[in-house]
C-alpha cells in the first residue's frame, strides 16, 4: 500500500475519549505495576490510531490546500486538538501520581517523567477555546501564505516558484522579483497584522490563565525543554553576535566583491555567484535518482530507509498550484512510514531537502519502535539529524551539482554560517514581543528592523519600503506557528558543524557516531544526546568559537573569485 492508498475516516472524538478513559482507569488506581504498563502501551496504541488520521488529513491538506474535503477536516482537528490535549493531560497527571514510578521509570525512562511535569503545566481544561483560536490562526496564516499568485514577467507564481528569479543573475530580475514578493505581503499586510496580533493575545492569555508571567516559558515548555531557560538563550545568542556576525560580515564583504557589486542590497545577498548559484544538474526524477544511489553506498541503514520511502510513495516533492508552501517531514505511526513533503524549484534548495528532510524521516525511522514520547527527540536535537546529514552527503555532493560542486560546498557552508545570526534575530524578536505583547503591528515592525540592523548590519533595502519598515519576518511561518522553535535550527547547526569537522577527519566514525544519535530518537533531553555524542555543548561560553575555528579555516581557503 502506498502513501496515496493509506485509508482516511475522521475518528470520533467521543469514542476516543470515551475508549482512552476505560484505559486510563488502569492507571494510578491502585492497580499494580504490570497492569499499568499494559495501560500505558494501550494508550500508545490507541493514540496511534488517532494521531495517523490527524497527519493524515494534514498531509492532504497541505498538498492541495484548495480541496475542500481536507480543509474541512484540518478545520475539524482545529477544533478538536484541544479535547485530544485534556485527555494527554489526564494521562500525565496519571503516570505522575503512580505508586508504581520506579516501575515506570524502569520500563519507559526518567525523561518521560521530566516531560510529563513540564508538560503538566502547559495545559487546563479552560484554556481549550484559546486553543482552539490558536489553531485556527495557524491555519489561517499557512491559508493566506499559501494563496499567493504573484504576476512576475507575464506568468503567475506561488512564493515558492519565485526562488529562481530571486536568485537571477540579472540583477535587475533580482530586484523586481523581490519587489513583486514584498508587494504581495505589503498587500496582504492587514490580515497579517490581524493574525499575528490576535497570536500574541491568546497566547499571552493562555500563559496567564496556566499561571505564567507570559507566554515566554510556556513556550519553551511546550517544546519538552528541560535542560536551559531563556537566561541560557540569551547568553547563547550573545556568543553568535560577538563570534558569528562578524565572520558573516566578512563573508557578504567577500560575496560583494566577487560579484563585482560596491553597494549590495538584500536582494543582492540571495545570490552568491556571478556565473549564478550552484544548481542541480537534473529534474526531479533525476535528482531522486542519485538520491537512491546516495543512500545506497552510504550504508545498509540508510539504502533500507530510502527504498522503503519509494516503494510506499512517501515523497511529494513538485511544487504546484494551491500546495502549502516550504518543506517538512512527519510520521505516520500506524504505518511506521516517515513522509517528506516539499516544493522543489529547480535551486540548490532541492538537493537540500533530499538531504535535510531525509535526515528528519531517517531518525524517525532508526527509532520508530521506541515509545511514542520517545520517537522523535525535543525540536533542537531533531534538527541535528537533519542538518547533520547534509554535511554527510557531501562525498556524493558531486552527483547532483557535477561542475557546480566546489560552489555548492563553499556556499553550502557560508550558507549555514550565515543563518545563525538570521536564527538568533527571530528569537530575540519573539522574546521582544512576547515580553511586551502590548506593542502594536507598528512596533512589532520597529522592534524587528532595530534587531535586524544589530544581527545582520549589511541588510539594506534599497527601495523596498516593506521591508525597510520592518516586514521580512512576516515571511518565517515558524513566528506564527512555533514560537521559540527557530533557535532550535540554531544550536542544532552548530552541532551539525561538529559533524562536518568529524567527518572530514574519519568519515566511517563520524556516521557511526551520527547512527547512534539516531537510534536515540528522544529517549535523552536535548543536552543528554549532546553528551552521548560527545559533542561539545553550544551553551558553554566560548564552544561556539571554538566550533566555528575550523568552519571558518576552510572558508578561508577558498579562492571564492574562481568559482
Excluded at 516586514?471 to 561538529?498: E, K, M, N
Aim: with cysteine; proline share 4%.
Amino acid at each position: 500500500m502506498t502513501f496515496n492508498e493509506f485509508p482516511y475516516q475522521r475518528p470520533s472524538i467521543e469514542e476516543y475519549k470515551k475508549e482512552a478513559k476505560t484505559i486510563l482507569e488502569s492507571i494510578s488506581n491502585g492497580k499494580d505495576a504490570a497492569t499499568e504498563i499494559k495501560a500505558i502501551k494501550a494508550f500508545h496504541a490507541l493514540n496511534d490510531k488517532v494521531e495517523t488520521m490527524i497527519t493524515l488529513a494534514s498531509i492532504r491538506n497541505s498538498i492541495d490546500t484548495r480541496d475542500e474535503y481536507y480543509e474541512a477536516e484540518q478545520a475539524f482537528f482545529d477544533e478538536n486538538m484541544p479535547y485530544l490535549q485534556e485527555i494527554s493531560n489526564e494521562f500525565t497527571n496519571k503516570i505522575l501520581t503512580s505508586k508504581n514510578r520506579e516501575a515506570l521509570v524502569k520500563e519507559f525512562g526518567e525523561l518521560l517523567f521530566k516531560q510529563a511535569e513540564v508538560s503538566k503545566k502547559t495545559f487546563k481544561p479552560e484554556i481549550v477555546e484559546d486553543l482552539q483560536l490558536e489553531n485556527k490562526l495557524s491555519t489561517e496564516y499557512s491559508k493566506l501564505t499559501s494563496s499567493a499568485q504573484i504576476e512576475f514577467e507575464g506568468s503567475i507564481y506561488n512564493l515558492s516558484q519565485m526562488a529562481p528569479f530571486v536568485q537571477s543573475t540579472d540583477r535587475e530580475t533580482r530586484k523586481q522579483a523581490n519587489l513583486a514578493v514584498s508587494k504581495f505581503f505589503s498587500d496582504n499586510l492587514e490580515a497579517y497584522d490581524r493574525i499575528y496580533d490576535d497570536m500574541v493575545q491568546v497566547r499571552t492569555r493562555i500563559a496567564k490563565r496556566l499561571g505564567y508571567e507570559n507566554f515566554v516559558q510556556l513556550g519553551y515548555d511546550r517544546f519538552g525543554r528541560t535542560d536551559y531557560t531563556s537566561k541560557e538563550v540569551k547568553a547563547y545568542r550573545e556568543q553568535i553576535y560577538e563570534t558569528v556576525v562578524p565572520l558573516v560580515n566578512e563573508l557578504t564583504e567577500r560575496k560583494a566583491k566577487r560579484l563585482g557589486i560596491k553597494n549590495p542590497q538584500s536582494y543582492d545577498l540571495t545570490l552568491s555567484f556571478l556565473s549564478g548559484n550552484p544548481t542541480p544538474k537534473g529534474n526531479k526524477d533525476w535528482q531522486v535518482e542519485k538520491a537512491t544511489k546516495m543512500y545506497k553506498e552510504m550504508s545498509k541503514e540508510t539504502d533500507e530507509f530510502f527504498t522503503f520511502m519509494l516503494k510506499n510513495g512517501l515523497l511529494e516533492l513538485d511544487s504546484k498550484p494551491g500546495k502549502q508552501g516550504g518543506g517538512y517531514c512527519t510520521f505516520l505511526p500506524s504505518y511506521n512510514a516517515p513522509f517528506i513533503f516539499a516544493n522543489f524549484n529547480g535551486t540548490s534548495h532541492d538537493v537540500d531537502v533530499l538531504t535535510h528532510e531525509a535526515g528528519h524521516a531517517f531518525q524517525v525511522y532508526q527509532s520508530r519502535n521506541l515509545i511514542p514520547e520517545y520517537r522523535w527527540p525535543t525540536m533542537e536535537a531533531a534538527e541535528i539529524h537533519s542538518m547533520s546529514m547534509e554535511f554527510l552527503a557531501w562525498p556524493w555532493i558531486n552527483e547532483f551539482f557535477l561542475e557546480d560542486t566546489e560552489k555548492y560546498k563553499f556556499s553550502h557552508l557560508a550558507g549555514a554560517v550565515t543563518f545563525l545570526p538570521y536564527g538568533a534575530l527571530v528569537d530575540h524578536f519573539q522574546h521582544e514581543v512576547y515580553e511586551n505583547p502590548s506593542l502594536t503591528p507598528t512596533e512589532r515592525r520597529q522592534v524587528w528592523r532595530k534587531l535586524e540592523k544589530q544581527y545582520l548590519p549589511f541588510k539594506k533595502y534599497d527601495e523596498d519600503e516593506f521591508l525597510e519598515n520592518g516586514g521580512f519576518w512576516l515571511r518565517q511561518g515558524h513566528i506564527f506557528s512555533s514560537p521559540f522553535y527557530y533557535i532550535d535550527y540554531t544550536l542544532a547547526q552548530v552541532c551539525a558543524f561538529q559533524y562536518w569537522t568529524k567527518s572530514r577527519e574519519d568519515y566511517k566514525k563520524a556516521w557511526e557516531s551520527y547512527l547512534s544519535l539516531c537510534k536515540l530518537g528522544g529517549s535523552k533531553s536535548f543536552l543528554g544526546l549532546v553528551e552521548a555524542s560527545k559533542l561539545k555543548n553550544p551553551f558553554i561560553k566560548g564552544s561556539i568559537k571554538e566550533i566555528i575555528k575550523p568552519i571558518k579555516e576552510y572558508l578561508d581557503q577558498v579562492d571564492d573569485k574562481k568559482l
